[in-house]
């Protein structure tokens, strides 16, 4: 196993001491990736970030790893765009970062509207995702259409509230996910090499997203960049 990050950043072992989360998961626990366009590669690079760090393989073939268009069919996907595939890509390893054994499905939206996106969304949930993630936002105004997409009783919907400061953005902004950004993680000195501790308002909720899930006027959206 490699305790040593390629580049610069955090690896699986430190974000999970950041988080102080112990459990695995469990394949019957379902995380879900929404993005829109499509990610050519990413059975393979999740493969290959997965092996580097010594994490369980998750791929088709054991069943771990499904990527499906909007309508939930594993053909027919949209056409790749890499901005929206490097955020595809975050979500997947980090999801499989800090619950290893979880299944992880890739849901690729048409294209980067709300209608798109939110046939995804309700594909993810129709599937029986518990967790679904969101990396994209885009203006509040005349989002309310929008909103049944991501009311889903009993799934945990994330979202991201954005690179732009302040400026509030959806569907971070819904009353109907948890909205999770700001988190700074800082190596605490007093602690050994896996040692960090989070900062911002927002890690708690990072944290219990994942805890759950071991326990059970613009219509464009743009995605969230690392």
């Not at 072992?13 to 929404?34: E, F, W």
């Not at 790749?80 to 299944?103: N, R, V, Y």
């Not at 294209?111 to 994209?136: C, K, P, Q």
């Not at 989002?143 to 997409?149: M, N």
Request: glycine share 8%; with cysteine.
């Amino acid at each position: 196993m490699n305790l040593q990050a390629p580049v610069a950043g955090y690896t699986p072992a430190r974000l999970r001491d950041a988080y102080k989360i112990a459990a695995r998961g469990d394949p019957s626990t379902v995380i879900a990736a929404v993005a829109a366009y499509g990610y050519d590669n990413a059975e393979s690079d999740l493969a290959f970030y997965r092996n580097y760090f010594g994490l369980p393989p998750c791929t088709r073939k054991n069943r771990c790893f499904k990527k499906l268009n909007q309508n939930g069919n594993a053909r027919d996907y949209p056409k790749q765009d890499l901005d929206w595939a490097q955020d595809s890509a975050i979500d997947l390893e980090m999801a499989g970062a800090m619950c290893p054994a979880c299944t992880l499905y890739l849901i690729e939206a048409n294209e980067n509207s709300f209608a798109s996106l939110g046939a995804a969304e309700d594909t993810a949930a129709r599937l029986g995702a518990h967790v679904i993630l969101n990396s994209y936002g885009g203006d509040e105004p005349g989002s309310q259409q929008f909103e049944h997409f991501y009311d889903h009783p009993g799934a945990t919907v994330v979202a991201s509230s954005g690179d732009r400061g302040f400026i509030v953005q959806f569907p971070a902004s819904s009353s109907h996910v948890i909205a999770v950004g700001g988190t700074r993680l800082v190596p605490d000195a007093a602690s050994t090499a896996a040692g960090a501790r989070a900062r911002g308002r927002k890690a708690a909720a990072a944290a219990a997203l994942f805890m759950r899930s071991l326990d059970g006027s613009t219509t464009l959206a743009a995605p969230d960049g690392p």
